[in-house]
């Protein structure tokens, strides 16, 4: 609880905006086509890619822990990634935990044994989650039909000064490959 309650402050600090429960997010059940999608590609590939977009801008909207894990119920994702999601999960909730100094035996043993995890704040987008805004929204950059994995980048992209400084914000990149299995697009994997 105290992860998800962690989650979703991060998340909303992050994002600059106060929780606001009246506007729930619905989740699509179906795959919506992206005007976005090269043309070039066969019917397979755009199905894949509908996919992998679809996806990457669904989670971004789920601001309530709670509904996060409904929808990771029934997103389009492999048992092996959603095994993986919550391992990256936990691996960041014991991380927490360990700044507090309450970790058990076990959790110690969970940190030691995984500590390939390089992850902050968010299990699939790790510390990029602080470059997620309400104008972000994933489009393709790119997508290799051999391997099936589709090369996302967010929309927002701004870049500021500081002190005369001048840093760049947004533009957060994720790739995902993915499977087909029973017919269906999976992800599989994520980078």
């Given at each position: 609880?105290?992860?998800?309650?962690?989650?979703?402050?991060?998340?909303a600090?992050?994002?600059?905006?106060?929780?606001?429960?009246s506007?729930?997010?619905?989740?699509?059940?179906?795959v919506?086509?992206?005007?976005?999608?090269?043309t070039?590609?066969?019917?397979?590939?755009?199905?894949?890619?509908?996919?992998?977009i679809?996806?990457?801008?669904e989670?971004?909207?789920?601001?309530?822990?709670?509904e996060?894990?409904?929808?990771?119920?029934?997103?389009?994702?492999?048992?092996?990634?959603?095994?993986?999601?919550?391992?990256?999960?936990?691996?960041?909730?014991?991380?927490?935990?360990?700044?507090?100094?309450?970790?058990?035996?076990?959790?110690?043993?969970?940190?030691k044994?995984?500590?390939?995890?390089?992850y902050?704040?968010?299990?699939?987008?790790?510390?990029?989650?602080?470059?997620?805004?309400?104008?972000?929204?994933?489009?393709?950059?790119?997508?290799d039909?051999k391997?099936?994995?589709?090369?996302?980048?967010d929309?927002?992209?701004?870049e500021?000064?500081?002190?005369?400084?001048?840093n760049?914000?947004?533009?957060?990149?994720?790739t995902?490959?993915?499977?087909?299995?029973?017919?269906?697009?999976?992800?599989?994997?994520?980078?």
């Amino acid at each position: 609880m105290l992860k998800k309650v962690g989650i979703a402050m991060l998340i909303a600090a992050s994002l600059g905006i106060a929780a606001n429960t009246s506007k729930t997010n619905k989740v699509q059940k179906t795959v919506k086509e992206s005007n976005q999608v090269n043309t070039k590609l066969n019917s397979e590939d755009k199905e894949a890619v509908n996919t992998a977009i679809n996806f990457m801008n669904e989670y971004i909207e789920i601001r309530d822990p709670d509904e996060l894990d409904k929808w990771l119920a029934k997103a389009p994702i492999t048992e092996k990634f959603r095994k993986e999601y919550r391992r990256r999960e936990k691996y960041i909730e014991l991380s927490e935990k360990a700044l507090e100094g309450k970790l058990s035996p076990a959790d110690e043993k969970f940190l030691k044994e995984n500590d390939d995890i390089n992850y902050d704040y968010d299990a699939l987008l790790g510390s990029g989650i602080m470059d997620i805004r309400e104008e972000s929204g994933f489009q393709l950059k790119k997508y290799d039909s051999k391997s099936k994995t589709v090369y996302l980048k967010d929309k927002y992209e701004e870049e500021f000064v500081v002190n005369g400084t001048k840093n760049y914000q947004g533009g957060t990149e994720i790739t995902l490959k993915l499977v087909k299995q029973n017919g269906k697009w999976l992800i599989d994997e994520s980078k």
